[in-house]
């Protein structure tokens, strides 16, 4: 669709156009955010607070540290395996501040994983959790990494705060495994070595590659994508125009359980909110869903960042539907498909309807989304600010409104390409700089657009087209069923059937309840012919469920 075919329907307030050139990088807007909000909380981490004056001086005790201690020189690659802890936007920053680009790695990375993308990325250092430093040093002969920082979960906190933190997880709860690595530096103490140096500032343009940014290696090998300074500083502007549709300058407190090393979070809590001087409160570990909530009780918080397991997961709870939710403004979804029931729930629970946006790695990420006030539940919203879309058929013809084909993006977040690999780029993005999403898309007359599934994912039954989400989308409406994936299995009469695997709170729940269910609801070739009930559904780290696993399984069985 043209530019103006969205023009004419963006609603009152939505913003339609920014200036990505306006900053010369990451670094200019950091050093302006951390001087105007000096004294404003930048961070919240098991209690402890960071103002963004700390942000500054520490960040550049690090980069001080990079600069004068070690060997890296400005665009080496530097890996950080942090989860979100306070350490987390002290290096990133500091790392970029050196002029480095960041090789965001997940700390959840089996030793495979690790060693592939530290030798893809071609890292020099590592910044690593002590929880699994142990894994770190059985690659690190394997890979190119020169200089290695190591810290432990309480190292931002005060003396005894920060004995006690650590010492807990190492010797009461088991959680920071032996390892022996020599050459290895803490990171308290290369703060302070950093702090003896003088930080000297890098010139940094905004096409350099900021980050690279792996994408979950659910479709394939894990590629790098390449995500400029430009793509940050443009994708941060599309949604700082949203999310102050609503949202006050300085005045927000964002809670914060998705990893800041997956580029959806990373953008929110340290791109948009720092840059509008807003407070994140991190959460380690989303999985402890108790600590979770005791958390929660303990923040005014004004904006939730999520997706659609966490937040059936959270209203489930007792503890979690007596919280006070009378300051909470905006709900963020994004990462996976939100359904009707989970957004019908959270809104019944907190009085704060879901805004569900789209995107990808490889569009830094933000695509579309819904704009507070103008939700419509059920679509991914409409293109941000400086975006085209449109969607394709199989032979690459754009396809008129109202018709799903693959779902193209064009504007200035996409992606500079994937890293050293040229054919998966000219694969992934055509010549005039359109992006093919791989999902399966309908825009609709009124701008707004909605995600009918993963191109691979669909299920062909009998020659019919069935899409797994609206199969889910019912299945879990059932109100006994939490979570639910279906996939296509080879069937010998329709080629394929649809097999669904869902977990229950009712262990009396049978499968010809749910088939009943669905019977009502789906048309005849949708309805699942085979329900397998599972205690939990295979995720990937930041909670999307992974049909793939599921179809693998499915697979092998067939074989």
Same mark, same amino acid.
């Given at each position: 669709?043209?530019?103006?075919?969205?023009?004419?329907?963006? $609603?009152?307030?939505?913003?339609?156009?920014?200036?990505?050139?306006?900053?010369?990088?990451?670094?200019?807007?950091?050093?302006?955010?951390?001087?105007?909000?000096?004294?404003?909380?930048?961070?919240? /981490?098991?209690?402890?607070? *960071?103002?963004?004056?700390?942000?500054?001086?520490?960040?550049?005790?690090?980069?001080?540290?990079?600069?004068? &201690?070690?060997?890296?020189?400005?665009?080496?690659?530097?890996?950080?395996?942090?989860?979100?802890?306070?350490?987390?936007?002290?290096?990133?920053?500091?790392?970029?501040?050196?002029?480095?680009?960041?090789?965001?790695?997940?700390?959840?990375?089996?030793?495979?994983?690790?060693?592939?993308?530290?030798?893809?990325?071609?890292?020099?250092?590592?910044?690593? +959790?002590?929880?699994?430093?142990?894994?770190?040093?059985?690659?690190?002969?394997?890979?190119?990494?020169?200089? #290695?920082? #190591?810290?432990?979960?309480?190292?931002? %906190?005060?003396? @005894?705060?920060?004995?006690?933190?650590?010492?807990? @997880?190492?010797?009461?709860?088991?959680?920071? $495994?032996?390892?022996?690595?020599?050459?290895?530096?803490?990171?308290?103490?290369? +703060?302070?070595?950093?702090?003896?140096?003088?930080?000297?500032?890098?010139?940094?343009?905004?096409?350099?590659?900021?980050?690279?940014?792996?994408?979950?290696?659910?479709?394939?090998?894990?590629?790098?994508?390449?995500?400029?300074?430009?793509?940050?500083?443009?994708?941060?502007?599309? /949604?700082?125009?949203?999310?102050?549709?609503?949202?006050?300058?300085?005045? &927000?407190?964002?809670?914060?359980?998705?990893? @800041?090393?997956? *580029?959806?979070?990373?953008?929110?809590?340290?791109?948009? +909110?720092?840059?509008?001087?807003?407070?994140?409160?991190?959460? $380690?570990?989303?999985?402890?869903?108790?600590?979770?909530?005791?958390?929660?009780?303990?923040?005014?918080?004004?904006?939730?960042?999520?997706?659609?397991?966490?937040?059936?997961?959270?209203?489930?709870?007792?503890?979690?539907?007596?919280?006070?939710?009378?300051?909470?403004?905006?709900?963020?979804?994004?990462?996976?498909?939100?359904?009707?029931?989970? !957004?019908?729930?959270?809104?019944?629970?907190?009085?704060?309807? *879901?805004?569900?946006?789209?995107?990808?790695?490889?569009?830094?990420?933000?695509?579309?989304?819904?704009?507070?006030?103008?939700?419509?539940?059920?679509?991914?919203?409409? $293109?941000?600010?400086?975006? +085209?879309?449109?969607?394709?058929?199989?032979?690459?013809?754009?396809?008129?409104?109202?018709?799903?084909?693959?779902?193209?993006?064009?504007?200035?977040?996409?992606?500079?390409?994937?890293?050293?690999?040229?054919?998966?780029?000219?694969?992934?993005?055509?010549?005039?700089?359109?992006?093919?999403?791989?999902?399966?898309?309908?825009?609709?007359?009124?701008?707004?657009?909605? *995600?009918?599934?993963?191109?691979?994912?669909?299920?062909?039954?009998?020659?019919?087209?069935?899409?797994?989400?609206?199969?889910?989308?019912?299945?879990?409406?059932?109100?006994?069923?939490?979570?639910? !994936?279906?996939?296509?299995?080879?069937?010998?009469?329709?080629?394929?059937?649809?097999?669904?695997?869902?977990?229950?709170?009712?262990?009396?729940?049978?499968?010809?309840?749910?088939?009943?269910? /669905?019977?009502?609801?789906?048309?005849?070739?949708?309805?699942?012919? %085979?329900?397998?009930?599972?205690?939990?559904?295979?995720?990937?780290?930041?909670?999307?469920?992974?049909?793939?696993?599921?179809?693998?399984?499915? @697979?092998?069985?067939?074989?």
């Amino acid at each position: 669709m043209n530019e103006q075919f969205f023009q004419e329907r963006y $609603p009152e307030g939505f913003p339609t156009a920014i200036d990505p050139d306006k900053y010369g990088s990451v670094v200019e807007i950091f050093d302006g955010f951390v001087k105007k909000f000096s004294d404003r909380p930048a961070f919240t /981490c098991l209690g402890q607070t *960071i103002t963004y004056r700390e942000l500054n001086e520490k960040s550049a005790a690090f980069a001080a540290y990079l600069q004068n &201690e070690t060997s890296l020189q400005p665009g080496d690659r530097i890996a950080v395996q942090l989860p979100n802890v306070l350490q987390y936007p002290i290096v990133v920053f500091g790392a970029m501040r050196a002029g480095m680009v960041v090789v965001n790695t997940n700390p959840l990375y089996t030793e495979r994983e690790m060693e592939h993308q530290f030798n893809d990325s071609g890292a020099k250092a590592l910044v690593v +959790l002590a929880n699994m430093a142990s894994k770190a040093e059985k690659v690190l002969p394997n890979t190119g990494i020169k200089h #290695v920082i #190591v810290t432990q979960v309480g190292d931002m %906190h005060d003396g @005894l705060k920060r004995l006690l933190i650590n010492g807990v @997880l190492k010797y009461v709860k088991k959680e920071v $495994p032996a390892y022996t690595i020599p050459t290895s530096v803490g990171l308290r103490d290369a +703060l302070a070595k950093g702090s003896s140096h003088r930080f000297t500032p890098v010139q940094v343009n905004r096409d350099d590659v900021a980050v690279l940014q792996y994408t979950g290696g659910t479709t394939g090998v894990a590629k790098g994508a390449m995500l400029t300074h430009r793509n940050l500083m443009a994708n941060m502007m599309q /949604c700082h125009g949203l999310f102050t549709m609503i949202l006050e300058e300085g005045r &927000e407190t964002a809670i914060a359980p998705l990893p @800041l090393y997956h *580029i959806y979070a990373f953008t929110v809590h340290c791109m948009v +909110l720092l840059e509008t001087g807003n407070h994140s409160v991190l959460i $380690p570990n989303p999985r402890d869903i108790p600590g979770f909530v005791k958390t929660l009780q303990k923040s005014q918080f004004s904006a939730f960042v999520g997706l659609n397991t966490l937040f059936v997961a959270l209203c489930n709870r007792e503890d979690f539907r007596a919280l006070d939710f009378s300051g909470l403004k905006l709900t963020i979804s994004g990462g996976m498909a939100l359904t009707k029931d989970a !957004a019908e729930q959270w809104q019944k629970v907190t009085g704060c309807d *879901i805004a569900e946006g789209f995107g990808m790695t490889e569009t830094s990420p933000v695509v579309s989304f819904n704009p507070p006030g103008h939700i419509k539940l059920g679509t991914i919203g409409m $293109p941000v600010a400086g975006t +085209l879309c449109k969607v394709i058929d199989e032979d690459g013809n754009e396809l008129p409104v109202g018709e799903p084909g693959e779902l193209c993006v064009h504007g200035p977040q996409v992606m500079k390409g994937y890293w050293q690999r040229p054919e998966a780029t000219a694969e992934t993005i055509s010549e005039d700089g359109w992006l093919k999403t791989g999902d399966m898309a309908v825009i609709m007359d009124d701008g707004y657009m909605k *995600i009918v599934d993963r191109k691979k994912d669909m299920i062909i039954v009998s020659g019919f087209n069935v899409y797994p989400n609206e199969v889910e989308d019912v299945v879990v409406s059932h109100p006994d069923i939490l979570e639910a !994936a279906a996939v296509g299995v080879p069937d010998a009469k329709s080629s394929e059937a649809v097999k669904v695997f869902v977990v229950s709170s009712n262990p009396d729940l049978t499968a010809a309840e749910i088939t009943s269910w /669905c019977r009502e609801r789906l048309t005849a070739y949708k309805i699942p012919r %085979h329900i397998e009930f599972r205690d939990e559904l295979p995720k990937t780290n930041v909670g999307k469920i992974l049909r793939r696993e599921l179809r693998d399984e499915e @697979l092998k069985k067939h074989n």
